[in-house]
Each structure stands twice: as structure tokens, then as C-alpha cells.
């Protein structure tokens, strides 16, 4: 008897078994007593030596194979016979949950100025991350002088002289107020780049968000009582601000704007350096010089302007101390928000 062609009949006659019975004579056939394994086997002594351990092995082989075979065939037909009369459905066994992206933080915090400002009237707008050297600076009244115009302040274009990437959202105020006529309420969010060093504090991008209005008779108190809706509504009524003269070349009066240590309430800790107060933003009414760039007549439009960056309101708001975690997608980090 030829093992190979046994070998290969065995799965064939083991796939027509269906029954405990089946299994059984298949059994008795292959590894009863009489059976063709125990007929090799006997054979075994009267093959010469060399013959011997090959076929020892092979008739070893065939039995493994077999019992095998058998196991499987067993378990299946009594596994169908139970899934007969039981489900093995365990409809109280918890589910796989699927894992929900979200959006980044960064991008919440932008969604969620955003809707404040246009819930009172104010439109997105969005400008170009590659701006020309006249909106970022020129049109903005900052001099040839400024120090922000050197390039190591700014990242200029190397093939096209007269465009980089924009340093601020500010330059959007140019681009509508050329587009469109008064009255203007514009709020822009978008990416800007700096030639920082990027440390817990500094990112060579980061975003901003930028505020206009342009209207007759808009007065210094209308960006006062815009922004404290806004500051109210991100940290909450009992936050206090205060408004600290500065310089912007595109505004005057310029301000920075402070808001009440949200750790300390104002009585000075670590997070404000003991000052009680932490910075948010700039802001003032629209310089003359602006809007002689874009041809809006300053003796019968005023208008108020102001810039805040959106990792400052979330790192504030989330109590974080590395600008760098926003961009170093560890899903550890971002999962918390
Ligand atoms: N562009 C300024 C910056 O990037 C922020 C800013 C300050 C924007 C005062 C304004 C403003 O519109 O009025 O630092």
C-alpha cells in the first residue's frame, strides 16, 4: 500500500463525514487494531534496513495526520450539534468601541472665537499664508525701518523678492478693505510664520486671529465692550480686564490687552510672574495711514482693529506650558480636549 496515495485519500473521505458514527468507523478503518496502520506497521520488520526508518517515519506521519483529523472532525460535529440548540451569541459581552477623531485644539479654539465673533455680525475671512511684502508691512504703516521687516524676523521668499510668508493675520485688513466698502466686521483666523527659535514659548508657526471693524463712528469703546463679550465668553463672567497703552505701528491709540490671572484671579502666582494679569492681545482704532492705503476716507470712517494668538488663548484656557505639545501629534496629548 502506497502511504502518499493514502495520505492524500484521508482529507478526501474525512470531508464526507457528517456524523459521531462516521468518525467513528473512519477511525476503526485507519487506527483500529486491524486497521491499515496497524497492517503498515506490521510490515515494518520485513522491509531491509535502509527502507526501514523512511517508512517508519511515514507510517508515523499518517497517524499524527489521522489523529489529528479525527480530533477536528469530532469537535466540529459537536460543536454544530450544540450551536443547534444554544446561540453562542453573548448579547451582554461589551462591544468593541470605535475610536472618534476630534478636531486639534488649536482648531476648537479657533472655531470657538470665530462663532463669537460671528454670532455679533462679524464675516470670516480668509487671506494667504504667501503675502507681499506691501500688505504684511507697507499697507499696514510698519516702516522700511521696522525692525520686524528684517529677515531674521520674517521668512522672505528666496525666488521671488517682494513676498514671504505672512508674519501676521493683520495684512487680511489691507486685502478687505481693499475689496469691499464700509461698513466692514471681519474676523480672520489663519496661520503665520515667524523665524523663531522654537522653544516652550516660540513656534515658527503658530495661528492668529484678526479683528476689524470699519464704520462711521466707531469709537474705542465699541472694541472695548467687543472684546470683553469675547473675554467673558472664553474664561468666563468673572474674568476683569484692562487695557495697557502700547505701540502698533497700524493703530492709534494702541493697546495690549490684559486679562485677570485665570489661576490666581489676580493676586499673582507663578503662571502671571506675580502681576496678576496676563496679556491676550493687541488692539486700537485703525491708523489714518491704513486706511489712506486702501482708500477709505479716515474723516468719515473710523474703525478698530485687533490680533491675538490662538496657541496664547489655549495654552491660557487649558493651563498648558509648552507651546510645542500642539505640534508634535501625541495622541496622549490630544485626547484630552
Ligand atoms: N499684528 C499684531 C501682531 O502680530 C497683533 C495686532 C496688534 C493686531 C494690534 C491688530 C492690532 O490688529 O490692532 O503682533
Known sequence: MDIEIILSQIEEEAKNIKSLEGIE????????????????????????????ASFGQKVNSLKNKLAVLIEDKQKGIAGNKEDAQVSYCDIGMPGIAQEIGHLHPITQITEEVCSIFSRIGFSIVE??????????????????????????????????PKMLLRSHTSPVQVRAMKAHKPPLAIIVPGKVYRPDAVDASHSFMFHQ??????????KFSD?????????KTVFGDGIKMRFRPHFFPFT?????????????????CSVC??????????????????????????????????????????MLKYGINDIRLFFENDVRFLKQF
Open 25 to 52: 468507523q473512519f477511525r476503526l478503518k485507519y487506527l483500529g487494531r486491524k486497521g491499515i496502520v496497524a497492517q503498515l506497521t506490521s510490515t515494518i520488520p520485513s522491509l531491509s534496513c535502509q527502507e526501514r
Open 127 to 160: 487671506g494667504p499664508e504667501i503675502e507681499s511684502e506691501y500688505n504684511n508691512f507697507t499697507g499696514l504703516n510698519i516702516p522700511l525701518e521696522h525692525p520686524s521687516r528684517e529677515a531674521f524676523d520674517t521668512f522672505y521668499l528666496k525666488d521671488y
Open 209 to 218: 486671529v484678526e479683528g476689524f471693524i470699519v464704520d462711521k463712528g466707531i
Open 223 to 231: 472694541l472695548k465692550g467687543v472684546l470683553e463679550l469675547f473675554a
Open 252 to 268: 492709534e491709540p494702541s493697546a495690549e490687552v490684559d486679562i485677570s490671572c485665570i489661576i490666581c484671579k489676580g493676586k499673582g
Open 273 to 314: 510672574g506675580q502681576k496678576g494679569w496676563l496679556e491676550i492681545l493687541g488692539a486700537g482704532m485703525i491708523h489714518p495711514n491704513v486706511f489712506k492705503h486702501v482708500g477709505i476716507d479716515s474723516k468719515r470712517y473710523t474703525g478698530f482693529a485687533f490680533g491675538m494668538g490662538i496657541e496664547r488663548i489655549a
